[in-house]
């Protein structure tokens, strides 16, 4: 009987619960370098398209603004933006304490379309 009264309080605790909402994005950005001559034409360029970015394109109050990676192609430079909030920043260190996954695909899952489960190797 405890038993039962410790489940059924158990699933009402959990139907009750609502999930904390976190914001968690990735977003480019590119800026022309045609007209940046010194470092601090690029760090204020650089500067301009995270505000743009935060002031345009993001609806949320971040906390974590990281700049992922930044490449140069051509006249543009491309920089890789992760943004999230403060329920997104616990999400990614409790990821990040999990542990990451492996880069390489060696042993990847590979889901056919009858639903079964067959290895790459």
Do not use: H, W
Not at 57 to 83: C, E, H, K, W
Request: proline share 2%; no cysteine; aromatic share 4%.
């Amino acid at each position: 009987m405890k038993n039962l009264i410790a489940a059924i309080f158990g699933l009402a605790v959990t139907a009750l619960a609502t999930p904390a909402m976190a914001y968690v994005v990735e977003v480019t950005a590119s800026i022309d370098l045609t007209d940046v001559a010194d470092k601090a034409q690029l760090r204020r360029a650089v500067e301009a398209a995270v505000d743009d970015v935060l002031t345009n394109a993001i609806t949320f109050s971040p906390t974590v603004v990281q700049v992922q990676n930044a490449r140069v192609v051509g006249d543009r430079m491309y920089i890789l933006l992760l943004i999230a909030d403060a329920d997104g920043e616990r999400a990614l260190q409790a990821i990040a304490a999990d542990g990451a996954a492996p880069r390489k695909s060696d042993g990847a899952v590979d889901r056919s379309s009858d639903g079964a489960v067959e290895s790459s190797d």
